[in-house]
């Protein structure tokens, strides 16, 4: 069982930046897979970021550029740092985990980018 709790969120003016973490219950050295993903109001939860266990972070091409996700297993963490905001990037954003078979998200964090 892996939990997930992201922090980070908040109001920021466009061109401005934020780092999201996502704090994961247990050793996050064994999960295959994490990433961050969002969903504005009305739209589908879309991919972010995502890192595979030994690779590079992999970046939709909407963020790329822009946006860093990073793991720290000995602290269990993962990060998003977001630069370079934009209004439409105004979203609840999770971070997402899958272990084995299983997936997982955590309740989310509302980033909102004010023009």
């Known amino acids: 069982q892996v939990q997930l709790v992201e922090s980070g969120g908040g109001l920021v003016q466009a061109g401005g930046s934020l780092r999201l973490s996502c704090a994961a219950s247990?050793?996050?050295?064994?999960?295959?897979?994490m990433g961050w993903y969002r969903q504005a109001p009305g739209k589908q939860r879309e991919l972010v970021a995502v890192?595979?266990?030994?690779?590079?972070?992999n970046y939709a091409d909407y963020v790329k550029g822009r946006f860093t996700l990073s793991r720290d297993n000995d602290k269990n963490m993962v990060y998003l740092e977001m630069n370079s905001l934009k209004p439409e990037e105004t979203a609840v954003y999770y971070c997402?985990?899958?272990?084995?078979?299983?997936?997982?998200w955590g309740q989310g964090t509302q980033v909102t980018v004010s023009s």
């Open positions: 997402h985990a899958i272990h084995g078979p299983n997936a997982y």
């Open positions: 247990g050793s996050i050295a064994s999960i295959n897979v």
């Open positions: 890192k595979y266990s030994g690779g590079r972070p």
